[in-house]
């Protein structure tokens, strides 16, 4: 999977955002490591706190389907760069390496960051250890 196709999907999935409140339309595409994409999209809600976004709708897609494994994701938000919210930052540290790229579409193309860009000193499941882990 090139991508530049991986940001296509991102784009394409944004069609289908559910956002009439910020008009903010976001979709993602999440590349598992055994080469399955799982899209997601900005769903938002009249009460606005139950709006997620659409990173963590494509992770929940991929877990709820029993994916564990990731390599990178492509995220199609509005303007130049969308770059992910804190909190779908700190999700994708409950599941990727440090390494796992980010591309953040962009008009020209996309810009790359990778997760310890983006999360340095992230709070992971390394800092919960217990016997269930
Ligand atoms: N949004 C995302 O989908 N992903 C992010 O990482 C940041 C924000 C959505 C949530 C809301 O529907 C809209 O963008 C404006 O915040």
Redesign the pocket.
Known sequence: MQKNELCEIAKRARENSY?PY?S?R?GAALLCADGNVYTGV?I?NAAYSP?I???RSAFSAAITDGKREFSMIAVA?EGDVFP??GV?RQVMAEFCSADFSVLCVTPEGYREYTLCELLPHAFTPENVKGDTL
């Open positions: 956002s910020s903010c976001v900005n938002e709006t976004c659409a990173e938000g992910p919210c779908c």
